[in-house]
């Protein structure tokens, strides 16, 4: 069975600063993964998913890699702001399952 | 405006009382699906749907029912027999469950707490 998770559970960096976010997954035959933003009280907003056959996402300051035999993938924030905090979660998809969401990482950038 | 809307934002339940959550969808999504959120942890899948009249139950089914009688409506109940139903609940939305690139799409949720 699938478990996700993501390391570390909270982060504060001052603002600018480039930073890694992890999320671990156990089972390596990994259909997508995705990577989601939450506000507080909100609901999920994507962010990027990246296909199996795919290494890596990009989409403005963020970039997100797969590396399934490692059973890892990063999401990479550059020049981080203040509007960057909140919580982010990755989440697994296997063929023919459902996804697998990781516990999140509270992000917070001070200004 | 496409998306998902959940509603109501805040709803209180009694003891004893069977409520229902709203979740719909203009997206034309075939798969649908309800998680939890607890406060700390990541979301635990209650159902699922993938066509209009099925739906599949998830890890934490006991206690919740669902319908899908229409594409676009996918209502939970949560049943008396919940005896924990304090938290956040999602509905969420994709083309289908099993595409290569199936981003799911999420409502704003529904607050659940008991009186």
């Known amino acids: 069975k699938q478990e996700v998770t993501q390391i570390p559970a909270a982060l504060s960096v001052p603002e600018g600063e480039n930073l890694v976010l992890n999320c671990s997954f156990t089972?390596?035959?990994?259909?997508?993964l995705q990577w989601f933003r939450q506000d507080p009280g909100k609901g999920l907003t994507s962010l990027l998913l990246?296909?199996?056959?795919?290494r890596e996402q990009t989409s403005g300051r963020l970039n997100a890699s797969l590396d399934k035999s490692s059973g890892r993938s990063t999401l990479y924030i550059a020049a981080s702001q203040p509007g960057d905090s909140a919580t982010y979660l990755c989440?697994?998809?296997?063929?023919?399952?459902?996804?697998?969401f990781g516990p999140g990482t509270r992000l917070s950038v001070l200004p | 405006d496409g998306g998902i809307t959940q509603s109501p934002k805040y709803l209180f339940r009694k003891e004893g009382q069977n409520v229902t959550l709203s979740c719909e969808q203009n997206?034309?999504?075939?798969?649908m699906y309800w998680y939890r959120q607890d406060p700390g942890q990541g979301l635990r899948l209650i159902y699922y749907?993938?066509?209009?009249?099925?739906?599949q139950k998830g890890d934490i089914a006991e206690g919740y029912s669902v319908s899908r009688e229409k594409k676009e409506s996918f209502p939970l109940t949560v049943t008396s027999a919940q005896k924990n139903p304090t938290a956040f609940y999602l509905c969420?939305?994709?083309?289908?469950?099993?595409?290569?690139?199936?981003?799911?799409?999420f409502g704003a949720g529904t607050r659940l707490s008991v009186l």
């Open positions: 990246i296909q199996s056959s795919q």
């Open positions: 749907s993938q066509i209009v009249n099925d739906f």
């Open positions: 997206l034309n999504h075939d798969a």
């Open positions: 989440a697994a998809h296997n063929y023919g399952q459902n996804f697998v």
């Open positions: 969420a939305s994709s083309i289908d469950r099993d595409r290569a690139k199936n981003i799911q799409y």
């Open positions: 089972d390596s035959a990994i259909y997508n």
